[in-house]
């Protein structure tokens, strides 16, 4: 990351308040009102602030361990991003396939934009005795730092990473760069010249792997970069239908899209 995150101090220095109010604040502790709450979260969010993470916890002895059934956290942020059949299938394979080796799966939502609710999942995974997180989705970097920074480990699913955070992660995802790739050579291959690139929302993880392959591929074959044939989505089908739709009846000259 290029810039330290804020301590509670320099919130409670922006706030005029404590650093154990601003504390509490964030925890949504009862004894503190909502408008001090309020107050703090939004200068939290202003600053960029992310809760701090121990560097360990406690194990539990060997008896304990046994005893009770292991479980995983599946964090489903979903950014921006529209609930999709492929998110909604990835979450029920993932729960099947733990429960079948014998993990319990706690899954933990995370809209995109709700600070709040982003601070509750983090002291939730903090206090929690899970053996991996399993991101699902996407968050920003910062976010996705916090989550790389706690203890257990981090799994990302079909996401390759963020270059702007720090730290050790696992990832299991598609090769979505030489797929768009393959797509590009493949058209071209067939005699298209004129092709467009419909991605997704700017700056998340598969848009800025399949716009590298397809400004690859073009380079390499040569053929010129229309910024014109450059266009945006939000991965909704229904969206990307109506965008090509658009540029068909707004004349834009085509032959392809990947």
Same mark, same amino acid.
């Given at each position: 990351?290029?810039?330290?995150? +804020? ?13 154990? *109010?601003?504390?509490?604040?964030? !925890? ?28 360990? !916890?406690?194990? $539990? ?13 599946? #964090?489903?942020?979903?950014? @921006? #991003? +529209?609930? *999709?059949?492929?998110?909604? %299938? *990835? =979450? ?8 079948? !080796?014998?993990?319990?799966?706690? #899954? ?59 730290? &050790? ?7 979505? *760069?030489?797929?768009?790739? =393959? ?5 071209? @291959?067939?005699?298209?010249? $004129?092709?467009?690139? =419909?991605?997704?929302?700017?700056? %998340?993880?598969?848009?800025? /792997?399949?716009? %590298? ?8 074959? &040569?053929?010129? =970069? ?11 089908? $229904?969206?990307?239908?109506?965008? #090509? ?5 707004? @004349?834009?000259?085509? /032959?392809?899209?990947?």
């Amino acid at each position: 990351m290029s810039r330290s995150a +804020p301590t509670l101090e320099q919130i409670a220095v922006s706030c005029h308040l404590s650093a154990m *109010t601003v504390s509490r604040a964030l !925890r949504s502790d009862p004894g503190i009102s909502e408008t001090t709450r309020l107050k703090v979260v939004a200068a939290a969010k202003r600053m960029g602030y992310r809760p701090r993470v121990k560097a360990g !916890r406690p194990r $539990r002895s060997r008896d304990a361990a046994t005893a009770i059934r292991p479980s995983v956290a599946v #964090v489903f942020a979903t950014d @921006g #991003v +529209p609930s *999709t059949f492929f998110f909604s %299938h *990835t =979450l029920a394979a993932l729960e099947g396939q733990l429960s079948q !080796r014998g993990y319990i799966c706690r #899954v933990l939502a995370l809209p995109g934009g709700q600070y709040e609710r982003f601070l509750a999942v983090v002291e939730n995974l903090r206090e929690g005795r899970d053996q991996a997180i399993l991101l699902v989705g996407a968050m920003p970097p910062r976010q996705l730092q916090s989550l790389i920074d706690l203890n257990p480990p981090l799994i990302l699913v079909d996401h390759t990473g963020d270059p702007r955070t720090t730290g &050790d992660y696992d990832a299991i995802a598609f090769d979505n *760069t030489e797929a768009a790739r =393959l797509a590009v050579k493949h058209l071209a @291959g067939l005699g298209r010249r $004129r092709i467009a690139l =419909l991605s997704g929302i700017a700056d %998340h993880y598969f848009s800025r /792997d399949i716009e %590298h392959g397809y400004h690859d591929m073009l380079a390499l074959l &040569d053929l010129p =970069l229309d910024c014109t044939l450059l266009w945006r989505g939000n991965f909704d089908p $229904r969206q990307a239908r109506q965008i #090509v739709l658009d540029q068909i009846e707004a @004349g834009t000259s085509f /032959d392809a899209v990947v």
